[in-house]
């Protein structure tokens, strides 16, 4: 079955230190995306991607950084500049950008 | 950058009953779209509808636009317990990044 696989389903990470989240598609979508969601809250984009080799600061880059070498990946690392990285991170894929979203079942990362 | 404003923030009704939900937005749209999301997991998409259409179904839902008031509905009839999620309008302006709201929190009581 095609999907987006996001991984792992948690994370801890100890401050200073920096960690990076798993993102696969196998659907063949040009556009990937990364949000972070806090609680109760809807979502704020971090990066995309439209296309291999390319990505766009979303509107909560800092802190962040992703890379997109192959189309089926785009990884996040959560590096020890975002000073509040706690949150749930979702990833989504799309054919078209702005256009019926597949997201992945999300990653919890923890500060501890 | 938050676009679109979902009403109410939380709802409840029981089982059967029908759930009206609002989005509102602020700047000129190609299409609106509303998702759902269950506790702890991923969005799911349920439908788009593009800026030239006023009215869409699939099953159970009921889509509505109306660009004149930059506002939508969406429309649950027959709820059911398994309708229990948040759910999510996001705005679409051509081919640009997609803006979602804070969702609205429906409980369905049995």
């Known amino acids: 079955d095609g999907g987006i696989t996001q991984s792992p389903k948690y994370l801890f990470r100890k401050e200073g230190q920096n960690v990076t989240l798993s993102c696969e598609q196998n659907?063949?979508?040009?556009?990937m995306y990364w949000y972070r969601q806090d609680p109760g809250q809807g979502l704020r984009l971090i990066y995309y991607?439209?296309?291999?080799?390319?990505?766009q600061k979303g509107d909560i880059a800092e802190g962040y950084s992703v890379s997109r070498e192959k189309k089926e990946s785009f990884p996040l690392t959560v590096t020890s500049a975002q000073k509040n990285p706690t949150a749930f991170y979702l990833c989504?894929?799309?054919?078209?950008?702005?256009?019926?979203?597949?997201f992945g079942s999300g990653t919890r990362l923890t500060v501890v | 950058s938050q676009q679109g404003e979902e009403d109410p923030q939380a709802l409840s009704i029981q089982e059967g009953e029908n759930a009206t939900m609002n989005c509102s937005y602020k700047t000129s749209i190609n299409n609106l779209q509303w998702y759902r999301q269950n506790s702890g997991r991923g969005l799911v998409h349920l439908i788009l509808?593009?800026?030239?259409?006023r009215e869409k179904h699939s099953g159970r839902l009921r889509v509505t636009l109306d660009t004149s008031k930059k506002s939508s509905s969406l429309l649950i009839t027959a709820s059911r317990a398994a309708d229990t999620a948040s759910y999510f309008c996001a705005t679409g302006q051509g081919a640009q990044k997609l803006v979602f709201g804070q969702g609205t929190r429906l409980t369905i009581n049995p």
């Open positions: 991607s439209q296309i291999v080799n390319d990505f």
């Open positions: 509808i593009r800026s030239n259409e």
């Open positions: 989504a894929s799309s054919i078209v950008v702005g256009e019926g979203y597949t």
């Open positions: 659907l063949n979508h040009d556009a």
